[in-house]
């Protein structure tokens, strides 16, 4: 099975919808994370998680919105979806504690507005 | 502002021909340098963590090197299962956390 998961891994929406996008990890890691790519760009931070009661935006958290429901759990939002944040969503998770700050990532979710 | 600059954007080599990515930095208070490898359609999968200057880092046909302005990731005799999109990211000490990506080289291995 794999460490860390996101669903759904496709999903087509229309413009002005919400969306919730989730993450789940088996690393027993402290820290979560979520970016984006597109075409052409580095991967982007939206937001990170270094613990359930601790998030902090990222470089691109405008429209979107976090929730760290458990430690394994990180979910990211689209309250209001728009067409130019169709894009590639990873979810990724590391290990401070154990001072290890190499990020592991999800396969990724792939977002369509429509 | 923290700038990570990729070189090539993409290599085409054959079946192998040995050769080298570049990875330039600009940040200030580097806590680590990472490599990873990205296949279509799927998450970066992790290779290498460089933590300071002269810092060298091997994995089967790939070796990481770490400068005070760059890191190099060569590629020895490679295969065309090495074909893929190499990134860079670096992590600055301080609060934040997150890391700042370059947008990749994209290699190609041909038979």
């Known amino acids: 099975d794999a460490d860390v998961t996101q669903t759904p891994r496709n999903r087509i929406t229309k413009t002005g919808k919400r969306i919730m996008l989730e993450c789940s990890q088996t690393k027993g890691h402290d820290r979560m994370y979520w970016y984006r790519q597109d075409p052409g760009l580095g991967l982007q931070l939206i937001y990170y998680s270094f613990d359930v009661k601790d998030i902090n935006k990222g470089e691109i958290s405008d429209g979107y919105s976090v929730s760290r429901q458990a430690q394994a759990k990180f979910s990211l939002s689209l309250e209001s979806a728009i067409p130019n944040q169709t894009a590639l969503y990873f979810c990724a998770t590391s290990d401070f504690r154990q001072g290890r700050y190499e990020q592991y990532f999800g396969p990724g979710t792939r977002l369509t507005v429509t | ?111």
Not at chain 2, 31 to 46: M, N, T, V
Not at chain 2, 54 to 65: D, I, P, Q, V
Not at chain 2, 98 to 103: C, H, I, V
């Open chain 2, 1 to 111: 502002e923290d700038q990570v600059t990729q070189s090539p954007e993409a290599l085409r080599l054959q079946e192998g021909e040995s050769s080298s990515l570049n990875c330039s930095y600009t940040v200030s208070g580097l806590r680590g340098l990472f490599w990873y490898r990205q296949d279509p359609g799927k998450g970066p999968e992790f290779l290498f963590t460089l933590y300071s200057a002269g810092e060298e880092k091997e994995k089967e046909r790939l070796k990481a090197t770490l400068t005070k302005k760059e890191s190099f990731l060569h590629i020895t005799a490679p295969k065309p299962e090495d074909s893929a999109t190499y990134l860079c990211a670096v992590q600055v000490g301080g609060g934040a956390d997150g890391l700042t990506f370059g947008k990749g080289t994209h290699l190609i291995i041909q038979p």
